[in-house]
């Protein structure tokens, strides 16, 4: 796949933006930007672990989700400039913080500047690297990827095109997440822990909506039919908290019940996948980190 910075097709949107002159609708122009780097400890159990996940924030983002919790950093673009160099020096001074894993968090619209740090960096990387990912990618821009990183972490949001449509403006979210994953599982195979720790293999995350509780069932059936439920462990996520009053989508502004993600979870149970669950005490604030320029700046 080639990128071309003046007429950007880099992720489903393909807007065409010339990032030189103007932002794409990733927000991302034709240079790093990132919010935050540090020791993140409020992911997955196999990827925080007891050191923490030494996790890159990157600005912007393709879908725009209208729950969105990072909102501050995918819309309002917080952060600051990097250069590629000073990016693969954070992999590294996050690998000597003790952090279990890389983490890159919404790296996808950066690729032409954050593989060149990957590449620089790997000779010395001990660690594993975790894309993390809404699940809206294309997959000859993941296949650049392929040897670079060894965890996927992508969302699974949506099946309903109509769901996508209103909440994303992406109609097309289920059928680009489904090719974007099956290419991630080719890459990585079946999950592979060492010591509770995940070395190789993809977690697919699915956060249940206010009133949406069959949608994600029926999710969860489709991707147990399409891929079984070994390919992946499945994180079920019920930490949805309404950000701001929507006046277009009211049914948003509310948290999920205990009935509602109780359903959901048991449905997965019943399934078959192995993977993770959160209490219900989740849906709050304090799993949004403070975007404030941690590990980005020189000291």
């Not at 990912?133 to 109509?162: N, W």
């Not at 195979?189 to 909506?209: M, T």
């Not at 019920?238 to 019940?257: C, S, V």
Request: hydrophobic share 40%; charged share 20%; aromatic share 8%.
């Amino acid at each position: 796949m080639k990128f071309d910075v003046t007429h950007c097709t880099l992720c489903p949107r393909k807007c065409g933006a010339d990032r030189t002159k103007q932002a794409g609708v990733c927000g991302g122009r034709d240079r790093l930007r990132a919010a935050r780097a540090a020791l993140h400890f409020w992911e997955e159990p196999c990827i925080s672990g007891t050191k923490g996940s030494g996790t890159v924030f990157f600005s912007g983002c393709p879908l725009h989700c209208r729950f969105c919790q990072n909102s501050v950093i995918s819309a309002e673009l917080d952060g600051m400039d990097i250069t590629t160099e000073r990016l693969s020096e954070i992999f590294l001074e996050l690998q000597d913080a003790g952090a279990h894993n890389l983490n890159l968090v919404t790296a996808g619209h950066f690729l032409p500047w954050v593989i060149p740090a990957l590449e620089a960096a790997k000779p010395r990387l001990r660690i594993p690297v975790v894309y993390n990912t809404g699940g809206y990618e294309l997959p000859q821009a993941l296949r650049l990827l392929e040897g670079l990183v060894e965890i996927y972490l992508p969302d699974f949001k949506f099946l309903d095109a109509a769901t996508a449509g209103s909440y994303a403006n992406a109609p097309d979210y289920p059928e680009i997440a489904e090719a974007a994953l099956s290419e991630m599982l080719r890459q990585t195979g079946k999950p592979v822990l060492r010591e509770g720790l995940l070395q190789k293999g993809c977690i697919v995350r699915h956060l249940v909506l206010p009133g949406h509780r069959h949608e994600s069932i029926t999710l969860l059936r489709h991707l147990a039919d399409r891929f079984g439920t070994d390919a992946f462990l499945l994180s079920l996520m019920a930490q949805y908290t309404p950000m701001h009053e929507d006046a277009l989508y009211p049914e948003l502004n509310r948290r999920i019940t205990k009935m509602e993600y109780h359903s959901v979870a048991d449905a997965a149970a019943a399934l078959g996948f192995d993977g993770f669950t959160q209490e219900k005490s989740s849906a709050s604030c304090s799993y949004t980190p403070a975007f404030d320029l941690q590990g980005i700046m020189r000291s």
